[in-house]
């Protein structure tokens, strides 16, 4: 009888044991297919969405141009766009601060405090980038100043930018001493040194690698600096010749040297989307003459000054010998969508004059 009843107690035991089996087997099955299924609901949205430019402004406080982005903006599918802002820490983008709704929120609640010729303008550019890494539907990512205007309606800006496989990041060897510092080698070699506009425009691929870069930025933060300001600029004397100083503003070298490290510089076009006047040996205005662009102020807003950038379609580049013919679908094309820099009263005289024609086009139906 003892017998008996342990073969029944054992069989009993088995059979608990396969029911237990086979009932995790079946969870797990159950949840890998619905896993599959989710995935396969969520690869279809994505498929179905078109992909999307994000714009990345990086601002002081403020948008002052807001109103003009606002215009910009308007009737347009927001599936295809999304807005991230760089501003001080703690500021916030409500209707308060700017009179735009499509700013509203729009602020990443871990941005720094910049300063002007530091790293800490490229940290900004990477905070941004990675906040808007994490919408996978944004496809190509524009780094736009505070006082940028668009020189083109939406529809035209979208299709020039997503028909263009690459990224457009104005790059070139910068052969002038005082910029590279000898103390970045090995980790970064002269020959990888380049220059060039902060203002790019990146395809994901290349968003990532500036997110992820570990290597080349922590030099840029240790040895690429501006040099020290003029004497009457300073609170207090600096000790050595600043005349040896390597005047690295880190902005204008970080994403073209980076990507060139990568050996990445045939997947991108090599200039940049965002007009920027340079040339101001000739300025009689005393305000204008500096390290910075020159800024246009209301008397220059003219329908002549848009249409002036506008025309221009090739870009020359001194320290390579190379110009650079400007085109859009293989075919010839103004070289710039965007300008700066524009003093709000500017830009607001641009686009109440019509000089800015940034409204969607009127449909033909």
């Known amino acids: 009888m003892r017998r008996k009843s342990s073969r029944i107690r054992c069989r009993t035991k088995l059979a608990v044991l396969l029911s237990l089996t086979f009932c995790i087997g079946t969870f797990v ?79 990443v609640n871990n941005s720094i405090q910049v300063e002007w010729g530091e790293a800490s303008m490229i940290l900004a550019e990477r905070i941004l980038l990675h906040n808007a890494l994490k919408d996978a539907t944004n496809e190509r990512f524009l780094l736009l100043s505070d006082s940028c205007i668009p020189l ?51 395809i994901k691929n290349h968003a990532e690698i500036v997110v992820n870069d570990n290597t080349v930025f922590p030099e840029f933060q240790k040895h690429c600096r501006r040099r020290s300001l003029p004497e009457f600029w300073r609170d207090r004397p600096i000790h050595g010749d600043v005349s040896k100083e390597h005047n690295c503003i880190p902005d204008e070298h970080y994403v073209q040297t980076l990507l060139a490290q990568n050996g990445l510089e045939d997947e991108i076009t090599k200039r940049t989307l965002t007009h920027t006047l340079w040339d101001i040996s000739s300025s009689k205005d005393r305000e204008r003459i500096g390290w910075h662009p020159v800024t246009y102020k209301l008397p ?16 020359h580049y001194e320290t390579e010998n190379r110009r650079e013919w400007c085109s859009s679908k293989e075919k010839p094309s103004a070289c710039f969508l965007f300008a700066r820099k524009f003093t709000r009263a500017a830009a607001l005289k641009l686009l109440h004059t019509g000089a800015l024609v940034i409204k969607p086009r009127p449909s033909s139906e």
């Open 300 to 315: 220059d807003a003219t329908p002549k000054l848009v249409k002036t950038i506008q025309k221009i379609d090739s870009i």
């Open 29 to 107: 099955l159950i949840q890998k297919q619905s896993s599959r299924i989710m995935n396969l609901d969520t690869s279809n949205s994505h498929m179905n969405q078109k992909p999307k430019m994000a714009f990345l402004f990086i601002a002081r406080n403020r948008l002052p141009l807001d109103l003009v982005w606002d215009e910009f903006f308007q009737g347009q599918d927001e599936g295809e766009f999304s807005i991230y802002v760089h501003s001080r820490p703690g500021f916030l983008f409500n209707q308060a601060t700017t009179k735009s709704r499509y700013f509203y929120g729009r602020q």
């Open 152 to 202: 083109y309606n939406f529809s035209y800006i979208y299709e020039y930018v997503m028909s263009t496989p690459t990224s457009f990041v104005d790059s070139f060897a910068d052969t002038k001493d005082g910029r590279y510092n000898p103390k970045m080698h090995p980790v970064i070699p002269k020959f990888n040194w380049r220059k060039g506009s902060q203002w790019a425009v990146l």
